[in-house]
């Protein structure tokens, strides 16, 4: 009878643990659509005063027929290096985090008995990280740039060929 009890209140914990679980990886997804959000405001204010520094510049080279394009490009350039190193810099900070919290995350499920293996980013997440960034950068660029050159009435400027 007691060895049942036993059993009975370990399920109970594994059922607990997989609903704090559960609820981890629901945070886990919130945090990272509020944290992309964020990346994608950063970029585009970031890139929105660099086009503010340079606005006599795309007015002149709109004056000259430089194309939206053209003068578009180096923004983009910069939201999606932005991007890639932002993204670069969290895989260093989750590593170092990892790294510093392994061992007591270890001696606290092993006091539990479990045989978890407790692992980093693999390369699929690594890549899917590094190019989520490089892209919430460009997004934040495109952004702050169709707004800033809608401004100078760009977008609406017939072009000759």
Not at 13 to 38: I, K, Y
Not at 46 to 55: C, K, P, Q, S
Not at 152 to 160: D, Q, Y
Request: aromatic fraction near 10%; proline fraction near 2%; charge should be positive.
């Amino acid at each position: 009878d007691v060895y049942k009890r036993q059993v009975q209140v370990d399920h109970k914990w594994l059922e607990r643990l997989a609903r704090l679980l559960e609820l981890g990886q629901a945070l886990v997804t919130v945090l990272a659509v509020v944290l992309s959000l964020a990346v994608v405001v950063v970029v585009a204010n970031t890139i929105r005063l660099d086009v503010a520094n340079r606005a006599a510049e795309i007015q002149v080279l709109n004056m000259v027929g430089a194309p939206n394009g053209f003068i578009r490009q180096p923004f983009l350039y910069s939201g999606f290096w932005y991007g890639l190193m932002g993204a670069l810099l969290a895989l260093l900070f989750l590593h170092l985090a990892f790294f510093y919290l392994q061992v007591p995350m270890e001696r606290l499920l092993d006091a539990y008995g479990n045989a978890i293996e407790i692992r980093g980013t693999g390369l699929r997440e690594t890549v899917a990280v590094l190019l989520g960034g490089a892209l919430l950068g460009l997004a934040g660029s495109w952004i702050a740039v169709r707004r800033h050159l809608r401004q100078f009435r760009l977008e609406e400027m017939p072009r000759k060929s």
